[in-house]
Antibody, heavy 119, light 110 residues
């Protein structure tokens, strides 16, 4: 059974940092793409970052240079390091699985971890 | 960047058919995916590759994509279908890929 479980969210001051984790089971992070998608309170979905099965990474323009995605293949876990946080980064952060192609859909999602940036 | 436009809301009576549109420039040339998000829950994939239903999704859900509009159709609407529905595509912008979501359509079952 495919599962993704996020953790690491919390309250952080503007300019602060946080590291989110996405522990996956039922598949290997080396065989599927894993993305982070966020949702600000009462708003829609926004793609944030992806790590390909081969390890290549990409970021949305809004977070490029501030966020870093990585993975631990032994722990089958994907991480999102959030630096220089801003109020507009406040959101529920989901990790989601794709197939092995960028054209594939996000077929499994975690339940999300909430990041609140406030002083 | 590529923009997907959805109506903010659609209302339908139980047992009727709901149609949710997703507009984008030449969207017919792209693969469109649809997600259902019930209140307080994570999104669930209901249609992928324009019109394919993932395992476990009722046949009442169908999709089409042509020209500048993709559509999600829900037949024989039930109270449990009340949710926000998002369309999504992938596009390549030079060296950078982008996964784009529409703004979402809230389906209200009257």
């Amino acid at each position: 059974e495919v599962q993704l479980v996020e953790s690491g969210g919390g309250l952080v001051q503007p300019g602060g940092s946080l590291r989110l984790s996405c522990e996956v089971s039922g598949f290997a992070v080396t065989t599927n793409y894993v993305s982070w998608v966020r949702q600000a309170p009462g708003k829609g979905l926004e793609w944030v970052s992806v790590i390909y099965s081969g390890g290549t990474t990409y970021y949305a323009e809004s977070v490029r240079g501030r966020f870093t995605i990585s993975r631990d293949t032994f722990r089958n876990t994907v991480y999102l390091q959030l630096n220089s946080l801003r109020a507009e980064d406040t959101a529920l952060y989901y990790c989601a699985r794709e197939g092995s192609s960028s054209y594939d859909a996000f077929d499994f999602w975690g339940q999300g971890t909430l990041v609140t940036v406030s002083s | 960047s590529y923009v997907l436009t959805q109506p903010p809301s659609v209302s339908v009576a139980p047992g009727k058919t709901a149609t949710i549109a997703c507009g984008g420039d030449n969207i017919g040339s792209k693969s469109v995916h649809w997600y259902q998000q019930r209140p307080g829950q994570a999104p669930v994939l209901v249609i992928h590759y324009d019109s394919d239903r993932p395992s476990g999704i009722p046949e009442r859900f169908s999709g089409a994509n042509s020209g500048n509009t993709a559509t999600l159709t829900i037949s024989r609407v039930e109270a449990g279908d009340e949710a926000v529905y998002y369309c999504q595509v992938w596009e390549s912008r030079g060296d950078y890929p982008d996964w784009v979501f529409g703004g979402g359509t809230k389906l209200t079952v009257l």
